[in-house]
Structures are given as structure tokens and as C-alpha cells.
């Protein structure tokens, strides 16, 4: 099925640090969304976006949806260790599927104390 | 609150057999959607349920199946079970069905041998 474009695919970073992810797709999104999902268990929202060129803030987390509604960015700063995990974003509202969403495979953080 | 909630948990079923897997939305969330999540991929979209009907259906062949309760609550049916149908099959609420944010459960282990 199709999957969006999310890179990068895995970052291993010291504590402190700022990180940036971002996501693509050669389809417009009415809605993007950003998960994370621990091993084992299900994605849980982290932030919503719906309108395009909207920029939200979720604590020391800020995501943007592009202009162009092809593409997202999610970023951390001052990452601590339980910012492990993967990161998923996903999009909404594609070409009449307004049901579904489409997914990206994921960017794995890993955060060094 | 309670959120989405899953059962079982884990479950173990060899090829060929049939799998029945339990899901209830978050309490005034009609719409249920399902999921299926392989190993290092994002999930990916199966079915949407809302108001007992369903509304939306991926690309996957007809051995899966589901279904909607008066209660909003579903289940998601998989007959003939290939190896390949081992995976985490997460299921989402979301209060209607267009463009709606949806909150996942902690999804149900499968695993075919």
C-alpha cells in the first residue's frame, strides 16, 4: 500500500539536542498528524494539523503543515531520553479518502543521557 | 477516561485457522477504523466503520472482514490465516469519519505460525 516519504529513517542523538523529521508525499493532505509509538504499543497523537501552512506547538514539540499540503515537519527541542521511540507521520483526506489515513514508515530516535 | 481499547492482547493461531479480534472506541466516538502494522513499516489502512456501516476499505483481500455493534464497538474478522498476516493490528476512534483525528489503541499481537 502506499506509504508516505519520511525521512530520516532513524537518528541517535545526545540529550539537549534539537531534532528535526519531515514528511512527503506526491499527494495532497487535507490533515497531517504526527504519532509516536513505543514497542509494543499503539501510536499516540502528538499533534494535529488541518489547515495548510498551519504551525502548532505542543510542548517542546512544533509541527507544521506545508504550503503545498504534499509535506509536514515535526521538531523536538532540547530532546530527553524518553523522546525514544518512532515517530510516525500520517496523512488525511487524500483524493476523496477522506476515511483513511496514510502513513509513513517511521523515524527512529534514539536519545543518548 | 478510557481510551480505545483492545482484545486480546497477544494471540498465537497456526495457517489456515480463523482469528476474531475485539476493539471499543473511545465513549461518543462512532467511528472505528483497523489497521494492520508489520514489523518496521507504518500501519496501514484495513477498514473504517461509522454508524454500522462500512465506509472505507484498503487493499486487502477478502479473507478480512468486520463489523460494527449498536454500541460502536467492532470486530475485525481473519479467515484462513497466512504467515503473513502475523503483524500488530491496531484499531482507531474517532468521533466521525471525514478527516477526523483518530486515537489508537494499544492493538492486538498476532502471530501465525
Known amino acids: 500500500g502506499q506509504q508516505l516519504n519520511q525521512s530520516p529513517q532513524s537518528m541517535f542523538i545526545q540529550e539537549g539536542e534539537d531534532v528535526s523529521m519531515n514528511c512527503t508525499s506526491s499527494s495532497i493532505f487535507n490533515t497531517w498528524l504526527w504519532y509516536k509509538q513505543d514497542p509494543g504499543e499503539g501510536p499516540v497523537l502528538l499533534i494535529a494539523?488541518?489547515?495548510?501552512?498551519e504551525l502548532t506547538s505542543n510542548g517542546r514539540l512544533t509541527a507544521q503543515f506545508g504550503i503545498t499540503r504534499k509535506d509536514s515537519f515535526l521538531n523536538i527541542s532540547a530532546s530527553i531520553p524518553s523522546d525514544v521511540g518512532i515517530y510516525f507521520c500520517?496523512?488525511?483526506?487524500?483524493?476523496?479518502?477522506?476515511?483513511?489515513?496514510?502513513f509513513g514508515k517511521g523515524t527512529l530516535l534514539t536519545v543518548n543521557p | 477516561d478510557a481510551g480505545v481499547t483492545q482484545s486480546p492482547t497477544h494471540l498465537i493461531k497456526t495457517r489456515g485457522q480463523h482469528v476474531t479480534l475485539r476493539c471499543s472506541p473511545i465513549s461518543g466516538h462512532k467511528s472505528v477504523s483497523w489497521y494492520q502494522q508489520v514489523l518496521g513499516q507504518g500501519p496501514q489502512f484495513i477498514f473504517q466503520y461509522y454508524e454500522k456501516e462500512e465506509r472505507g476499505r484498503g487493499n486487502f483481500p477478502d479473507r478480512f472482514s468486520a463489523r460494527q455493534f449498536p454500541n460502536y464497538s467492532s470486530e475485525l474478522n481473519v479467515n484462513a490465516l497466512l504467515l503473513g498476516d502475523s503483524a500488530l493490528y491496531l484499531c482507531a476512534s474517532s468521533p466521525g469519519h471525514i478527516q477526523e483525528t483518530q486515537y489508537f489503541g494499544p492493538g492486538t499481537r498476532l502471530l501465525v505460525l
Open positions: 494539523l488541518y489547515k495548510a501552512g
Open positions: 500520517a496523512g488525511g483526506g487524500s483524493g476523496g479518502s477522506n476515511y483513511k489515513l496514510t
